[in-house]
């Protein structure tokens, strides 16, 4: 079975800082990541996806994460964090053999806090 | 951009009473979820559509729980009876269907249950 662990609730940086959100997965196969972000009151909004290839996948907002496979991670970084960038991030996985229905799966969320 | 659309953004309903919220998938889309939140803390999938039938649903789907696209547009979450623990927030997404591809997520539709 597929499954996302997102380890930390909260994550407070200063602004200008780097940041870092982890997340961790476990599938029978090979695995498609995802990020997600989601603002005060609003849906999830696409931030990255790594499918195969370079392990450092570039996304929305100056994001990047690192797919690690000998950790089974793909933690979520940005080099300089803005007070914007604070919101919930999520963290889902599809099994490359996920079958008919091509669900994600999502972590629990991580809150980001980012101080000026 | 083509966008998920889902209505109402908020419902508040007495217990027992039957809910639908409405989803308007992207056009080209072929897959259809439902996902759902409760207190902004996981989301949680409900049940995915494909060709005009359920493909997969959770254990949280229950018989109370319907899907349907009524007229090739909309897609359609019913509650039949609501129970208190019903209240969340509901997000449709939609997809073309490839298996490398992510979800489009609407706003989604916030349910109270009273």
């Known amino acids: 079975a597929q499954s996302v662990a997102q380890p930390e609730d909260q994550v407070n940086v200063a602004e200008g800082n780097p940041l870092t959100v982890k997340c961790t997965y476990s599938?029978?196969?090979?695995?498609?990541l995802f990020w997600y972000v989601q603002y005060p009151n609003r849906g999830l909004q696409f931030l990255l996806k790594?499918?195969?290839?370079?392990?450092l996948v570039k996304g929305s907002y100056g994001f990047e994460a690192e797919f690690n496979k000998s950790q089974t991670s793909f933690h979520l970084k940005k080099p300089s964090a803005l007070v914007s960038d604070s919101a919930l991030y999520f963290c889902?996985?599809?099994?490359?053999?996920?079958?008919?229905?091509?669900?994600?799966?999502f972590g629990t969320g991580t809150l980001l806090a980012v101080q000026p | 951009e083509p966008e998920v659309t889902q209505t109402p953004s908020h419902q508040v309903t007495q217990m027992g009473q039957e809910v639908i919220l409405r989803c308007v998938p992207i056009?080209?889309?072929?897959?259809f979820y439902w996902y759902r939140q409760i207190l902004g803390q996981k989301v949680e999938f409900l049940v995915s559509?494909?060709?005009?039938?359920?493909?997969?649903k959770s254990e949280i789907f229950d018989d109370q729980f319907s899907v349907e696209r009524p007229d090739g547009s909309n897609f359609t979450l019913k509650i039949r009876s609501t129970k208190l623990e019903d209240s969340a927030m509901y997000f449709c997404a939609s997809n073309y269907g490839q298996s490398t591809g992510e979800l489009f997520f609407g706003e989604g539709s916030r349910l109270t249950v009273l």
């Open positions: 559509f494909y060709n005009n039938e359920i493909s997969e």
């Open positions: 889902a996985v599809r099994d490359e053999d996920g079958g008919a229905t091509n669900k994600l799966i």
């Open positions: 056009s080209n889309h072929l897959y």
């Open positions: 790594y499918i195969t290839g370079d392990n």
């Open positions: 599938v029978s196969g090979n695995p498609y």
